[in-house]
C-alpha cells in the first residue's frame, strides 16, 4: 500500500466532500418537503391529485436514479442554451453548472421513496388521535402540525434513516455528469495516480464515516422525537 499521494490530494478530497455534504442536504432538504405533501394527499386527496402523487411515485421508484439523473441533465439541461437571451441572463451561471441538475435528479428521488413512506406513516396514525385533536377544537392545519406530521414522522424514523444512508451512497453517481464530490475525486486521483486501490479505501472509509454520524445523529433525533410529541 501507498499513500504517499494523499497530502497531495488532502485538499481537494476536502472540497468534494463538502460537494457531498451539499447535495446530501439539499437533497433531503428538497426531498421531504416535497414527500410529506406527496403522501398526505394520497391519504386525504382529492382523488386527482392522489392518482398524481402516486404515478409521480411509481415513476421515481420504477426508474434507476442513474437514467433519471442523465434525463434531466442532457435532456432538461440541453434545452436552455437554446432559450433566447439565457445566455446573458443572471440565471446562465447557474444553468449552465452540473451542481443543480443532480440536486434536482436527487430530490425528486428522495421525494418518490419518501412520499411512499409517508403515505404509510400517515395512514398508520390511530384515528383516535386525530379525533381525539379535532374534538378540543385544533384546525386542521393544527392537528397536522401537532399530532399528525409529529406521529408519521416517529413512526418513520428508522425507515426515513436508512433511506437517507442509500441517498448518500447514491451520490457517486453525480460523478457521472462531472459533479466531482468525494467518489469523484477519487477517480481523478485513480487516472493522475494510477493507484487503484488506495484511493477506492479512503473514499470507502470517508463513506463510512458520513453514515456513522447520519445513523448517531438520526438516533438522536429519534430519541428526542417522543419527548416532544409527549409535551
Do not use: H
Request: proline share 7%; glycine share 8%.
Amino acid at each position: 500500500m501507498d499513500w504517499s499521494w494523499l497530502p497531495e490530494y488532502l485538499p481537494r478530497f476536502a472540497e468534494g466532500l463538502w460537494l457531498t455534504l451539499q447535495l446530501l442536504f439539499w437533497s433531503i432538504l428538497i426531498g421531504m418537503s416535497l414527500a410529506i405533501p406527496i403522501g398526505l394527499v394520497q391519504v386525504t386527496g382529492p382523488r386527482p391529485l392522489a392518482w398524481l402523487a402516486r404515478a409521480f411515485t411509481t415513476v421515481i421508484r420504477g426508474t434507476p436514479l442513474l437514467i433519471q439523473l442523465w434525463l434531466i441533465y442532457y435532456g432538461v439541461g440541453s434545452l436552455f442554451p437554446s432559450i433566447p437571451g439565457i445566455r446573458e441572463s443572471f440565471l446562465w451561471p447557474v444553468l449552465r453548472d452540473a451542481f443543480p441538475y443532480a440536486v434536482l435528479a436527487f430530490s425528486l428521488s428522495v421525494a418518490g421513496y419518501e412520499g411512499e413512506i409517508m403515505r404509510g406513516a400517515f395512514r398508520g396514525v390511530p384515528k383516535g388521535e386525530l379525533e381525539a385533536a379535532r374534538a378540543i377544537g385544533m384546525s386542521p392545519f393544527q392537528v397536522l402540525r401537532r399530532v399528525w406530521l409529529p406521529r408519521a414522522l416517529q413512526n418513520t424514523f428508522p425507515t426515513l434513516t436508512g433511506e437517507f444512508i442509500l441517498t448518500l451512497k447514491a451520490t457517486p453517481l453525480a460523478a457521472t455528469i462531472t459533479v466531482f464530490e468525494v467518489y469523484g475525486i477519487g477517480s481523478i486521483v485513480r487516472q493522475e495516480t494510477y493507484k487503484i486501490y488506495e484511493p477506492l479505501l479512503f473514499v470507502a472509509a470517508i463513506y463510512l464515516c458520513l453514515t456513522g454520524i447520519l445513523v448517531l445523529g438520526f438516533r438522536y433525533l429519534e430519541n428526542r422525537i417522543p419527548k416532544q410529541s409527549r409535551s
